[in-house]
């Protein structure tokens, strides 16, 4: 049974950092290596959708949504089937509940910021960014 589990989530002041992991277990690291793989959150309210923040395919290509460009990076480690979002420059609109996505199609470009071609997801780490 496959199973995604995020960490690294936490309290910061505007400007801090934090580094959050995506452990991907159930599978080989050969599997894992062709897997989509996306960084997602969701503020908090009733209407908040959750949005595309990052994603990395198979070849190692990102995407981002333009408001964390230069602050946040992707990457993963496929021999340890971990997936890693380090967030530099925290603002307080990044304040939401993070999780991890997996897809075992191969997607390209604003696909890896859309939340319903991922089937795999975490239970989500809060980061929460205080003024």
């Known amino acids: 049974q496959v199973q995604l589990v995020e960490s690294g989530g936490g309290s910061v002041q505007a400007g801090g950092s934090l580094r959050l992991s995506c452990v991907v277990s159930?599978?080989?690291?050969?599997?894992?290596?062709?897997?989509?793989m996306g960084w997602f959150r969701q503020a908090p309210g009733p209407e908040k959708e959750r949005e595309g923040v990052?994603?990395?395919?198979?070849?190692?290509?990102?995407t981002y949504r333009e408001s964390v460009k230069g602050r946040f990076t992707i990457s993963k480690d496929n021999a340890k089937g971990t997936l890693y979002l380090q967030m530099n420059n925290l603002k307080p609109e990044d304040t939401a509940m993070y999780f991890c996505?997996?897809?075992?199609?191969?997607?390209?470009?604003?696909?890896?910021?859309?939340?319903?071609?991922?089937?795999?997801w975490g239970q989500g780490t809060q980061v929460t960014v205080s003024s």
């Open positions: 996505a997996a897809s075992p199609f191969h997607r390209t470009g604003t696909e890896l910021l859309s939340n319903w071609l991922f089937n795999l």
């Open positions: 159930g599978y080989s690291a050969n599997i894992f290596s062709t897997y989509s």
């Open positions: 990052a994603g990395i395919d198979r070849y190692f290509t990102t």
